[in-house]
């Protein structure tokens, strides 16, 4: 936890829980459960493994080369939400909603755009993103 400053986080096995006032939080290489909050500032999370629920109040939420094991929950009031997952389409299914933003789903051959709410129901793997002033991309 911290109130004013940056969280880094890397090379760790095991369940992470980080909360930030101001400042962005940087979380690689994490395998476990992840519950990260920041109040004005960016995540991102890098070459991680397991469940994440992300929520930001004025930042971004930022994920490259995700694995994910269990349901997910991104949200952000006032930020953009992108990430790059490594799981097949066939594994996942996504509840998407956006005040104001686009929504966006690309895997592979697999294209999907919307503006207030985009629903996918393929795998058991739910993610679910919420964003009030901000894009949504997944891929």
Not at 39 to 64: H, V
Not at 104 to 130: F, Q, R
């Amino acid at each position: 936890t911290t109130t004013s400053g940056n969280i880094e986080v890397e090379h760790l096995n095991g369940n992470l829980s980080s909360r930030s006032t101001f400042g962005d939080q940087d979380l690689d290489d994490v395998n476990g459960t992840i519950s990260a909050t920041a109040s004005s500032g960016d995540i991102d999370l890098e070459d991680a493994k397991g469940s994440f629920t992300l929520t930001t109040t004025f930042g971004n939420i930022r994920g490259t080369k995700l694995t994910l094991l269990n349901n997910c929950n991104f949200t952000t009031s006032s930020g953009n939400i992108s990430m790059q997952v490594s799981n097949d389409l066939s594994e996942l299914s996504f509840d998407l909603s956006s005040s104001s933003g686009d929504l966006h789903i690309k895997k592979g051959d697999a294209e999907l755009n919307s503006e207030k709410k985009l629903t996918l129901d393929k795998g058991p793997i739910k993610i679910k993103g919420v964003s009030s002033f901000g894009d949504q991309n997944y891929k």
